[in-house]
């Protein structure tokens, strides 16, 4: 089993910055790949980044390349989400969520095990 608790959402006007945290607890964190999903009111949950075990790969939605930077702290069971340049089509709830069987980095929400609570991102214009 694994726990994973967002955090960090907020309000925040267009061009600004916010800095999400998944804190993992549980089975191994440093073993397997996490991701960061967003979902907008009456719209399919989206995927927005992922990163590899180790930190050594990741994987950006072309939306958020170059705005969003995805980091990992195994030392601390933590995963990152840099929001910079925000959009209000950005605003969304933001999900993370841990991929413990697949060895590679997917885009693909069915992959993923296990999710946290969620944390919402509004971007005002």
């Known amino acids: 089993q694994v726990q994973l608790v967002e955090s960090g959402g907020g309000l925040v006007q267009t061009g600004g910055s916010l800095r999400l945290s998944c804190a993992a607890s549980g089975r191994t964190f440093s073993s397997y790949t996490m991701g960061w999903f967003r979902q907008q009111p009456g719209k399919e949950r989206e995927f927005v980044v992922a990163?590899?075990?180790?930190?050594?790969?990741?994987y950006y939605a072309n939306s958020v390349k170059g705005r969003f930077t995805i980091s990992r702290d195994n030392a601390k069971n933590t995963v990152y989400l840099q929001m910079n340049s925000l959009k209000p089509e950005d605003t969304a709830v933001y999900y993370c969520?841990?991929?413990?069987?697949?060895?590679?980095?997917?885009?693909?929400?069915?992959?993923?095990?296990?999710w946290g609570q969620g944390t919402q991102v509004t971007v005002s214009s």
């Open positions: 990163i590899s075990w180790n930190g050594g790969s990741t």
């Open positions: 969520a841990a991929d413990v069987n697949t060895v590679y980095i997917t885009t693909n929400v069915n992959d993923y095990d296990y």
